[in-house]
């Protein structure tokens, strides 16, 4: 059976999972009456929770005798990792564009990674079927980027077709409505090239993605280089540089078919598997017979840009709401991870209870963290810090630059180009898109991003989209001021009670709730003012039997504002961390007594 593997690229939210379920379909992958979900590649409960791919995975159809693997990559460039591995599977790259927003950085971020590979693209212009679209003017924007990125005339000459994967059509040109998504079909067999393999010689395989599997253990996929894969073969496993790791036997083969894995006896070179049987290899490693002693080359993964410490939760409220609470279970599971994410990268520190992780952005970081608090972790989270460089030239310090690309109402651009000035960003380029919106992109340190997000919903009414991708490394931009308000800190540890927390209402925002249990040293709210403030949550109304005006009114307070994860990573300062635990999440200072905090405060102003 004839051979075709693709990725499909497209931004966060443009219809890329969607595609795939419709090719999944059209394609007689499932049965008359099978019962689908939608999205049914999102198979992660986050993933569907948040409506973004997070893990690139691998599915398989059948369109007139030919195979096609179908590569569902991530839009988010802070699973880049994922990205980096995956494009060295397949021969061609379908790039997903919305009609009306066009591409976007996340889009941008990956289609570079894939044009440097050499990889043919197909342009899929999708969503044609909104009344804003604006086919033609996204077309001319995917030919300008495609040459920014430095494209070569083969792939500047790349075909487009024109969809709606919701409503599951394709069709050569705009003017038309299509019946199917046939022409897409069409159209990857037609221009993407058979892979690109040895038939015969040996087996050679490049491990490009690792998942632990209860029953057969340690699942390797990649695509087979050379040769043919059997059952119970013997296989080696080399390392990067050509070392051998270790001796092996196939025990179990997995080909995709549609959305399952299926075993099977043996498998053909250029087809994309998974190998069960070795208990050491991982990512980027060569898998292959003995008598190979050469690895396959593996692309490098862009470093981490961002950091921040894992430690144990050692609040007064620590192991009441989660079961994994030791500092070894937590680092046995950041190692478990680091395995299959290469962009992943961790460090012990002095503190035998805490561990610094660094990845590529916040997104990343907190997918990980929300992931080990639903396994039972409890963690204490410090603020994530960006990495710095030496320039090796010239000796100077650099720091990590994204790109932001952010649309708002015409009324908000003032105040957003004012914000991102005093966060060091710089402004690139300024046009109307119509309907009263204007587009801005700007260059800004990465550390200057860093907890912005809220205070740009709240400058825009909600109404502004930031989309942002990392750009790479610039020379230090000078200081950015931090968080401008101070916090009130619980003085007494028990329950919070209504009556105080009405009287603290005016000090600023609170994040707590009546009932709630609060502990010395915690965060319960925001202060107005730029000092912190310790407050007492405890203190109830006085009981007289004396009656006076007003001294009866009952107590309404304010809805608290209930911070979720990656708002509250952003949102404490340097000397403060968020306790997360399976059903909590909570801000508190470093140093719960105010002594030490005193103490600690002193000794930093004295450095």
Not at 98 to 104: I, V, Y
Not at 200 to 208: D, V
Not at 495 to 505: F, I, Q, R
Request: proline share 5%; hydrophobic share 40%.
């Amino acid at each position: 059976m004839q051979l075709r593997n693709i990725a499909i690229i497209a931004h966060v939210d443009h219809g890329k999972t969607t595609l795939v379920d419709g090719l999944l379909k059209q394609s007689g992958t499932f049965h008359a009456h099978q019962q689908v979900a939608e999205r049914a590649m999102d198979s992660n409960d986050l993933e569907r929770e948040r409506g973004i791919t997070i893990l690139a995975k691998c599915t398989s159809v059948v369109w007139n005798g030919t195979r096609i693997n179908i590569v569902d990559t991530p839009g988010h460039a802070d699973f880049g990792g994922e990205v980096e591995r995956i494009l060295s599977m397949v021969d061609g790259v379908c790039v997903l564009v919305d009609a009306a927003e066009g591409p976007l950085p996340q889009t941008k971020f990956v289609v570079g990674k894939a044009l440097r590979l050499g990889l043919k693209p197909i342009v899929v212009i999708n969503k044609v079927d909104r009344p804003d679209q604006r086919a033609m003017e996204v077309h001319n924007e995917i030919f300008d980027l495609f040459a920014a990125l430095e494209a070569s005339d083969e792939q500047l000459d790349f075909p487009t077709i024109y969809a709606s994967a919701k409503q599951g059509w394709a069709c050569d040109t705009i003017d038309t409505r299509g019946e199917d998504l046939a022409p897409l079909f069409e159209l990857i067999v037609r221009h993407v090239p058979a892979p690109s393999v040895e038939e015969g010689g040996a087996f050679r395989m490049l491990a490009t993605t690792l998942e632990n599997n209860p029953y057969l253990g340690r699942l390797l996929t990649g695509r087979i280089e050379g040769g043919t894969a059997k059952v119970n073969m013997p296989i080696r496993a080399l390392s990067r540089d050509g070392k051998l790791i270790e001796n092996a036997r196939i025990s179990k083969i997995l080909a995709f078919r549609g959305l399952e894995r299926v075993p099977v006896e043996e498998a053909q070179a250029g087809d994309i598997i998974a190998l069960a049987g070795l208990t050491e290899a991982t990512v980027a490693d060569t898998i292959a017979e003995p008598s190979v002693t050469t690895a396959i080359a593996a692309q490098p993964i862009d470093p981490p840009t961002l950091a921040m410490t894992f430690g144990v939760n050692d609040s007064p409220l620590a192991g009441q709401e989660g079961d994994k609470v030791t500092s070894r279970m937590i680092w046995d599971r950041l190692q478990r991870e680091c395995e299959g994410n290469v962009a992943l990268r961790i460090n012990e520190t002095e503190d035998n209870t805490t561990f610094e992780v660094a990845g590529r952005g916040e997104l990343q970081l907190g997918v990980l963290i929300e992931t080990m608090r639903r396994e039972g972790f409890e963690l204490s989270i410090g603020r994530p810090r960006v990495l710095f460089r030496e320039n090796p030239e010239t000796g100077k310090r650099t720091e990590p630059i994204e790109e932001a690309v952010i649309d708002v109402d015409d009324e908000y651009t003032g105040v957003v180009v004012e914000k991102l000035a005093i966060r060091k960003g710089e402004l690139t380029e300024m046009r109307p898109t119509g309907g009263g919106k204007t587009r801005m992109v700007f260059r800004v340190p990465s550390r200057g991003l860093i907890g912005y997000h809220n205070e740009f919903l709240t400058d825009t009414r909600g109404t502004g989209v930031m989309n942002r991708v990392y750009a790479g490394y610039e020379p230090y931009r000078g200081d950015i001021p931090g968080r401008r308000t101070g916090t009130m800190i619980s003085a007494e540890q028990g329950v919070a009670v209504a009556y105080a927390l009405w009287n603290l209402e005016d000090r600023g925002p609170l994040f707590v709730s009546p009932g709630d249990k609060v502990y010395r040293g915690m965060i319960l709210g925001e202060h107005n003012k730029g000092a912190d403030l310790d407050v007492n949550p405890l203190k109830g109304k006085q009981l007289t039997n004396m009656r006076a005006s007003g001294k009866d009114d009952a107590v309404l307070l304010t809805p608290p504002t209930r911070m979720t994860l990656e708002p509250a990573m952003t949102y404490i300062a340097a000397d403060e961390m968020v306790e997360v635990t399976p059903s909590s999440i909570r801000l508190r200072k470093r140093w719960l007594d105010p002594n030490e905090r005193k103490k600690h405060a002193r000794q930093s102003q004295a450095a």
